[in-house]
C-alpha cells in the first residue's frame, strides 16, 4: 500500500512545504566558491567540492556495502539507529566519499559536513514549513529529501515558534508536524509503521524532535 494511500485511509490533510525560495547563506564554507579568473587546479576543486552529498540512512545500510567500500566510505553517527553516509553525486550516478575525494576537493573531514550543508542547501532551496496542529510533507519527493535533516540552521528557525516532530521512514519521504495533537502524534506513528518496512531505503522507523542540542528520538509523555 503507497504512503498516499494510507493517507487518505485516515483522511489526513497534508499540508505540502513552503515554496518561498530562501535567502542566500551570508557566506560560503572556506573554498566553496573559485575567485574569478582562478586557476584550472581551483576551478577542478570547485567542482569536486560541489559534488559532495550526504544521505541518511539506517546502520544496516552499511551491510549491503562490501567490506572494502563499507572500509573506505566516509560515515559518522546521526541519532539512534542513523547514520551520515557522505556521498559523491557526479551527475545523479552517487556511490560513496572516501578520503581521496576529499583531498581531490581540497576539504578537511572537519569541514565536510559544512561543505556538505552548503551543497545540500543549494541542492533543496525551498525550506521546510509546516501549518500548527497539521501534519505537513515536502512537495518535491526528492532522492535526497531525508537529508533536509541535516540543515541545522532550518530547523533551528522553524522551531523557534514551537516544537517540530519529523518522520524520515525512507530517503524521499519527510512527515513534519509543528505543535502536534496527540492525535496526529498517534497518525504520523502509524504512517512510519506502514512505510518503513517497504522502503527499499529505509531511514528510520522513529518520530524525531528538534532540540537545543539537535535531533532526537521523540518519546511520548
Known sequence: MSWVKIVSGFSLTLALASCAT???????????????????????RTAARARLRAVIRDQSFLELMSKSVRATTITEPFSGRMIIVYMVDDQGAARGAQEADLAEAGVTRESLRAVVEWN???????????????????AHHDYYESSRLLLDKQWADLAAVGK????????????????????????????????YPRTPRP???????????????????
Open 120 to 138: 545540500l542547501a543549494i541542492l533543496l532551496p525551498h525550506p521546510v514549513s509546516c501549518t500548527s496542529h497539521a501534519l505537513g510533507e515536502p
Open 22 to 44: 530562501p535567502a542566500p547563506p551570508a557566506a560560503a564554507p572556506s573554498g566553496q566558491l573559485a575567485a574569478p579568473g582562478s586557476s584550472p587546479e581551483a576551478d577542478h
Open 164 to 195: 517540530v516532530v519529523v518522520a524520515a521512514p525512507s530517503n524521499d519521504i519527510l512527515f513534519v508536524a509543528c505543535n502536534p495533537t496527540p492525535e496526529i502524534l498517534n497518525k504520523l506513528t502509524v504512517l512510519v509503521q506502514n512505510s
Open 203 to 221: 531511514v528510520s522507523p522513529s518520530l524525531l524532535t528538534w532540540s537545543k542540542e539537535g535531533w532526537r528520538e521523540w518519546n511520548a509523555p
